[in-house]
């Protein structure tokens, strides 16, 4: 049983409404959210008329602001409208669901201006409006909003997306517009500068089962690249039209700068496995995984393989792993698999090669092969060290001196240090060379 002193609603029901008053008072003292969210309630307990009022006063304010919003000031913006939303589609909704889209579409409108003058690394401010966009639908179709003011207002809100966050709104609208609707939403989308290919007309064609006129917006010369392609021909697949989206994929020749073509692949693997394929799409993704080393595609060849046969194929694909071109990739896969003997085996036998530069990979092998393997994790460890402390990285010091304490506690239960430094040695070589970075070893000595 909770005690009597824990904060829930039921220990401070028991307070009394004067007690709670007074302590509301107290609390919202110089907090303009929760005074504002305190009018909110007052104006609420009124009646619908009144909690309308006080959104759309508040919508205006908001609107009319100029002032920056870094982050300190972030949280306090979140959770006013916050407040507006959920009293937009709580009680007002409830109430009036007219007056209520009313005001959603409102506060939508704002949301330019305010990630305009928002500082929004988290992402909070830009969500709140996402979710907003996700009730257009619902509240519309409680509404009764007619479709063709639903398809000019979405429109006008697609038209002013700087900031992606209607990226959602029309598979949100599908039930609310209809397909008479959707088709309106693409001739207004189109009015307002919207061309072949924009993500939005994509998204009505998609809504609509449209294929054929969602395939009419790409060019040739689109489809030759792999990703769009790709994304093509899962649209197709989905329409049951897997020969056509064969054919688009392997048009394709252009891969996009610095991207992998993994979809590329994964889709044409779907696409032979929906045309009975199989033996196609096994070598596929067996090509795929040698290439990449990626664990869900050798998963995906393992089980579809015979019993026992699966062994054989796994042991094949661990050596591939070890003699992969790419020493790093091999470690990564070995410890994720996992297959930490032969990890532990990897690391020795490319220990000039651990430069510690990506050292979201050498931290979790390190910790993965510490329990059973040390004079492995300590090979990964010590080149972390060295990396933050040639390339002066003092932010990450504190980590570092952590990596370098891991290196002490794992030299207890290393016997055979196979011709590496043992870590005293490695210590004083360390301090000859890096001796004058204080703030690093004031850290290690805590």
Known sequence: MASKRTLNAKNLEALGAAALAELL????????????????????AEGIEGAVQEVRKRLTAIDRASTFVDSARRKALVADL???????????????????????????????????????????????????A??????????????ETLAQHSAELLAENTYEQFDALVPALKDALGDWGLKLLGSYCRQHGASD?????????????DVDGYLTQFTAEDLRWRDIAATVAQHLLTSGRAEQA?????????????????????SRIAVLEAMNRQAEAQEMRWRW??????????????????????????????????????????????VEWPALARAARHVLAHEDEWEGDAYTIHSAAAERLSKDYPLAATLLLRPMVFFALWMGRAKRYRYTAEHLRSCEQLAARIDDWQGHPDHSAYVDRLYDIYGAKRGFWKLVER
């Open 25 to 44: 008072i107290e609390v919202s003292g110089g907090n303009a959210v929760i005074q504002r969210r305190l009018r909110l309630s007052l104006a609420a």
């Open 82 to 132: 916050e407040a507006q939303l959920q009293a937009i589609i709580g009680p007002i909704a409830a109430g009036d669901p007219k007056q209520a889209c009313d005001l959603l579409l409102r506060f939508l409108e704002l949301s330019e201006g305010v990630l305009a003058r928002s500082s929004d690394g988290t992402g909070a401010v830009i969500g709140v409006f996402e979710r907003a």
């Open 134 to 147: 996700e009730q257009l639908g619902p509240l519309a179709q409680a509404a009764q909003l007619e479709p």
């Open 197 to 209: 290919g924009n993500p939005h007309l994509l998204q009505i064609a998609v809504a609509r089962g």
């Open 246 to 266: 064969l054919e688009i994929l392997d048009g394709a020749t252009e891969d996009a700068a610095g991207l992998e073509d993994s979809q590329w692949h994964d």
């Open 289 to 334: 995984f040698s290439r990449t080393l990626s664990i869900p595609h050798l998963r995906d060849y393992l089980k579809r393989l015979e019993d026992f046969e699966d062994v054989e194929a796994e042991e094949r694909a661990l050596q591939v792993a070890e003699q992969h071109p790419i020493s790093l990739l091999g470690l990564h896969f070995l």
